[in-house]
């Protein structure tokens, strides 16, 4: 069985349905907000990995549907983390470039936006980066409306994709992720901390603020704390959860 004939049944049915990993202060470790992230588990194909669904959605086209309830949940779902926790957390929402293929990704974020409820500025879109570069000229007019909501916009994957630096100051975006492929080796790569460490003086020196994925122990912690890193993602803090287990996490943290 196809995956992309079972994506359709799979949103409709809740087999393609949103996780949340939460992104915290890297100096305190408290947590500041959550990444959503789509799962697919359905009994037709058992559990499918978002780089392979994701992929396959993007290709057909169906991606759209799926970025669209992404956007519905995670404002929802951030609004309810909102009210328990009584802090302005944010949401950061993957973004595929597909879906800034047209203006109405500027109605369907307003929508999400109002009908949750939330502060604007609490909502964050995380685009990666070598599809930005690729597609520049088309995407940024609609960035900027983007912009214009209120949200903040996240380049995904930094360092990964190519021209970056070419474009990063012509981007509207407040957050660079360095991507976790610089992270893994911290510890032990000289190489790989010597990017990092330079990526997040870059961003700072542009006002950007930064964000590392994939930290997984103490060491690449304390490595990025002392780079001044602004906000740490990775096992070591919290796992992609089910909505209720974020909750749980968000009510023991406290
Ligand atoms: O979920 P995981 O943590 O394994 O994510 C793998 C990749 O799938 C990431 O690069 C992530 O950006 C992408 N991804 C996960 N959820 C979504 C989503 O809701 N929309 C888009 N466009 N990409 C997603
Ligand atoms: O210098 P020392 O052997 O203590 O470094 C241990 C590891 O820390 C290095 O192998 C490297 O991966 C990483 N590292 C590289 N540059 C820096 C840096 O400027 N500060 C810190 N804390 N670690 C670094
Ligand atoms: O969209 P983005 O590429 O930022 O998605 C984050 C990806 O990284 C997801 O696939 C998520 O499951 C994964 N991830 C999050 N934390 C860690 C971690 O500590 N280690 C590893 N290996 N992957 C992680
Ligand atoms: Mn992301
Ligand atoms: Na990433």
Redesign the pocket.
């Given at each position: 069985l196809e995956i992309e004939n079972q994506l359709p049944a799979a949103l409709k049915s809740g087999d393609l349905y949103m996780v949340y990993q939460s992104k915290n202060r890297i100096g305190t470790g408290e947590v500041m907000g959550f990444e959503a992230l789509m799962r697919l588990n359905c009994r037709a194909l058992g559990a499918v990995g978002p780089d392979e669904f994701i992929e396959v959605a993007e290709e057909t086209g169906f991606i759209e549907a799926m970025g669209r309830f992404a956007l519905m949940r995670g404002c929802a779902d951030l609004a309810r983390l909102q009210a328990l926790s009584g802090k302005p957390l944010t949401m950061a929402i993957n973004m595929s470039v597909r879906q800034l293929g047209s203006d109405e990704i500027i109605g369907h974020v307003r929508e999400a936006i109002q009908h949750a409820g939330i502060d604007p500025t609490t909502l964050e879109l995380e685009i990666t980066e070598s599809l930005l570069a690729e597609n520049v000229e088309a995407v940024m007019p609609r960035l900027e409306k983007l912009r214009a909501l209120g949200l903040s916009l996240t380049i995904d994957d930094f360092g990964t994709g190519y021209s970056s630096l070419a474009y990063l100051t012509r981007f509207p975006v407040s957050t660079l992720k360095i991507d976790k492929c610089f992270v893994n080796?911290?510890?032990?790569?000289?190489s790989?901390?010597?990017v990092a460490?330079t990526v997040i003086q870059m961003a700072h020196a542009l006002e950007m603020k930064v964000v590392a994925e994939g930290i997984e122990d103490e060491a690449q912690w304390?490595?990025l704390r002392?780079?001044g890193c602004d906000i740490g993602q990775g096992y070591l803090f919290s796992k992609p959860l089910p909505f209720d287990e974020a909750c749980t996490l968000l009510q023991t943290s406290a």
């Open positions: 080796d911290m510890a032990t790569s000289h790989d901390a010597t460490r304390r490595i002392r780079f």
